[in-house]
């Protein structure tokens, strides 16, 4: 009995402490509990807690554009993003606005001190390869993931430079092509260049055919009043036949002056201005590219060559204009999109917090709305069709940044060639010592 009565005095003692336990893990709202968590270390729902604490340090953003607008849809949500990483990660973000070419000596005075003058700073193409021969860019294969699917297409073609990643950007809209006069090829009825590329049929050929047949005097005076082609470039031709005007031969940079692709190229673009005379004749003045316009604009001209924003300055034209790539010379397999005036986002060689910086800026980008963002782009061009604004949206997955460093022989072979009929060979010649220089001072000096 004794046993017993003890047994059970065990059993309450049990159950008393028991209920306790319970007690103090699930008590009434309000009331605090051993177990609980202390407010202060509780973390706010949905809050990612950072691995990052930049302990309150700035991180400088040097450009020649300005912040994000806030008077815009985009500009308002990059700001809102920016003010969610700056909380997160402890840090200041500022943009730092300069005049053109300010930012390149800036970054290199920077480097001479020690110190770097922002963090991220953005530069064309031309600018960022003479700074990273100087060592004045970081190469940033380390603190990106460009495998990572969320990067543009392109983005390691676009921004390596000789084995290395240094430029970043995590939307690519940029490029060229050729405008062309909606209602003027109706008009004349010539076939319409998306119908050519869904046969796989724009050409060289197919381009001068619907050339020829748009130039000519509508008004019977005898003159030559309505054209095919206005604002040629010759880099366009040259690479629309896979040619190329520097290579990169036995280690060093070299004028590819002897290459078959470039000479063809060059032939076909004589043709063009002195056989065929489909093109508006130069008058090799900073007149040309205003005249190119105004002749588009007002209905003259079935095509123009252009870069992806020129479409929205048209504002005067009547006529509807749609956009394709240049066409495929015979030398082409794919079509071709070059640009000079490349921009990407680079880190100054002293950056003291390079994987940091690098992950505070991937957290910036709207990625998700990339896509959007190149299709607002394009509806701005004031483009005739779905089919335009679907082929600039897409010509900058295949976009190709040129460096040419080339001194101005470029210039002097392009107007010598269609101006006044001189052989390309002859004017290839007498500018090659002049580009060979160039590329050794900007590309082959270490």
């Known amino acids: ?24 893990s699930n008590g009434p709202a309000g009331m605090g509990s051993d177990n609980e968590t202390p407010p202060a270390q509780q973390e706010e729902p ?3 807690k950072a691995d990052i604490d930049m302990n309150g340090e700035t991180i400088r953003i040097l450009q020649w554009a300005s912040e994000p607008d806030p008077d815009t849809q985009e500009g308002e949500l990059a700001l809102a993003r920016q003010k969610e990483v700056e ?4 840090v200041n973000i500022e943009w730092v606005t300069v005049g053109w070419g300010e930012n390149v000596t800036m970054v290199a005075n920077a480097a001479l001190s020690g110190e770097p003058v922002a963090e991220i700073v953005n530069y064309v193409i031309y600018q960022a390869i003479p700074a990273i021969n100087q060592g004045l860019l970081l190469p940033v294969d380390d603190y990106f993931d460009f495998d990572d699917p969320k990067w543009p297409a392109g983005i390691k ?18 490029g060229s092509g ?16 998306h119908d050519l590329i869904a046969e796989d049929n724009w050409t060289w050929e197919t381009f001068l055919d619907i050339a020829k047949k748009a130039t000519k005097d509508t008004d019977g005076d005898g003159v030559t009043d309505q054209w095919g082609l206005a604002n040629n470039n010759t880099r ?19 004028f590819a002056y002897d290459d ?36 588009f604009s007002s209905g003259k001209v079935a095509m123009v060559t252009g870069e992806l924003w020129e479409g929205a300055t048209r504002k005067q034209m009547t006529d509807e204009q749609g956009f394709v790539p240049f066409p495929k010379g015979p030398k082409a397999t794919e079509f071709s999109n070059t640009i000079e005036n490349f921009e990407m986002w680079y880190m100054p060689a002293n950056v003291k917090r390079p994987k940091e910086v690098a992950t505070i800026w991937q957290e910036l980008q709207l990625w998700d709305r990339t896509d959007k963002i190149k299709r607002e782009g394009s509806e701005l061009q004031n483009l005739a069709s779905e089919k335009d604004i679907q082929v600039m949206m897409e010509i900058s997955d295949y976009v190709l940044p040129l460096f040419l460093p080339l001194g101005g022989a470029l210039g002097d072979i392009g107007r010598s060639v269609a101006s006044t009929g001189e052989a390309p060979e002859s004017a290839i010649e007498r500018n090659k010592q002049l580009a060979q220089d160039s590329i050794d001072a900007n590309l082959n000096a270490k």
């Open 87 to 90: 909380e997160k990660y402890n």
């Open 46 to 48: 949905g809050k990612e």
């Open 236 to 254: 366009i031709w040259i690479y629309s036949n896979n040619g190329k005007l520097i290579d990169h031969r036995d280690g060093k940079y070299v």
């Open 1 to 24: 009995m004794k046993n017993v009565k003890m047994l059970a005095m065990m059993l309450l003692a049990l159950a008393l402490i028991f209920t306790a336990a319970c007690s103090k």
């Open 178 to 193: 050729i405008y062309y006069n909606k209602t003027l090829f109706e008009r004349e009825g010539l076939k319409d260049p």
């Open 260 to 295: 078959p692709n470039t000479i063809e190229a060059l032939h076909f673009m004589s043709d063009l201005f002195n056989v065929h005379k489909v093109v508006v004749p130069l008058k090799n003045s900073p007149d040309d590219y205003a005249d190119s316009q105004t002749l």
């Open 157 to 174: 073609n676009v921004g390596s430079f000789e084995g290395k990643m240094y430029g970043f950007k995590s939307l690519i809209h940029s």
